[in-house]
């Protein structure tokens, strides 16, 4: 059986990658590692070893690195992945999110698909009457009810046609649209269990996937060998740690766990500093301060020209009208739609911030402005026609909803 294990990122996210490539390689030498780049290979900096986008093997990827942002990309092109991994013969393959960190060999992953075709990861496998998690429920029922960061599937009948089906939602479907009731790759597989009920292996293996919304219920413990383990709170259950998922971990500030709940750290969950210390050094070992300001390549049009996300949500709205090869091209009909209704910010960028620090403070200024005038709003025609005015904006305020923008078509 061929085995391998692959991972997706963008150049900023490299020393995270390198990171799981290393910790991987030493755990399951007899494994081969792919590291796919959702990204141009456009630095010095980047290894040769990454996997580069290819319309071979993702007919659209420039379509879809232009309407999707980097987040929605990087997991938009996952069963692709999964696809050209199985087309090379491997038979059973796992993805694993570039900021895991493995402590030990996979081989009881990989013997979960003996006998089904895919393995899935709930975010928390406890029920609590009074829920304790650090993420709030409701979140997660946005996002899914599995956490796509750990994937396994088997190149089977079964495992290919969910490769298939994902591949194809994906290519037009992968935003993160609260609204639409979209969670990028991730919310799609929510669907797996209901279509293959005796193909899927839910695990509740408490050393695989632990992360800032499983933390509740899990707790780490260093045997005298030096073996780190996971002990189930409630049941008390202990398992051995396969990997940890750092996700929105900033090594920059290593006392906060996820930079979006940021109420937890290391003080909630104290266990776990002796793990934290020590990917906290493999980053930095691995060029974290280098990799983490390299600027991401689809934030901008070939030009310079900062991508704005509503320059991305209009293109998803108008998509069979400004059909493209190339829409990072300032001959692209997206591009020239953009300039013709003067939507273009004029920043030269591709940064993921194109704020200075005076223009946020500008911004929030501008925000309090905005408040001022919707409490005008009420306080001149009323409650009734200022509860009107929310749900017009409700709609209205959507970036894909900004149609009304465009005046005018360019000729072509």
Known sequence: MKNAIFTICAKNYLAQALTLQETVCRHN?????????????????VPDSVVELDEEWIPAWRQMAFKYSVIEFSTSIKPF?????????????IYLDPDM???????????????????????????????????PEEELLWVGIYNLGFGAIKNDEVGRKIVEWWCNRLENKCYADPIDGLHVDQKWLDF????????????????????????????????AEGTYMIRNTESKELFPLLFFHFS???????TVLNRRHSKYGIEQFP???????????????????????LCYSFNSFENGENIMP??????????????????????????????????LSGIKSSAFKTFSPGETAKKGRFVILLRQLLCLVKKTFGIRYYMALLNNLTELT???????LIKKFPKD
């Open 81 to 93: 992945c999964f696809a050209k991994l199985f087309k090379a013969g491997y038979d059973r393959v």
């Open 398 to 404: 959507r970036y894909e909803n900004q149609r009304f």
């Open 101 to 135: 960190y493995v402590m030990a060999d996979l081989t009881p992953v990989f013997s979960m698909l003996e006998a089904k075709s895919i393995v899935l990861s709930p975010h928390y496998c406890n029920i609590q009457i009074d829920y304790t998690g650090s993420v």
């Open 271 to 293: 266990s776990f500093k002796p793990l934290i210390d020590e990917y906290v050094v493999a980053e930095y070992r691995n060029g974290y301060d280098k990799f983490s300001k």
């Open 192 to 223: 797996v269990p209901g279509f293959f009920p005796n193909d899927v292996h839910i695990t509740h293996h408490m050393g695989i996937n632990p992360a800032i919304w499983n933390l509740h219920e899990r707790e780490l413990e260093i045997t």
């Open 29 to 45: 030498p007899d494994v081969d590692f792919f590291l796919f780049i959702s990204d141009l290979k456009d630095s010095p900096e």
């Open 248 to 254: 929105g971990f900033d090594p920059f500030n290593p």
């Open 310 to 343: 509503i320059h991305r949500r209009i293109y998803r709205s108008l998509e069979q009208k400004v059909a493209d090869p190339n829409p990072f091209a300032v001959e692209s009909r997206i591009y020239r739609l953009l300039q013709t209704n003067k939507l």
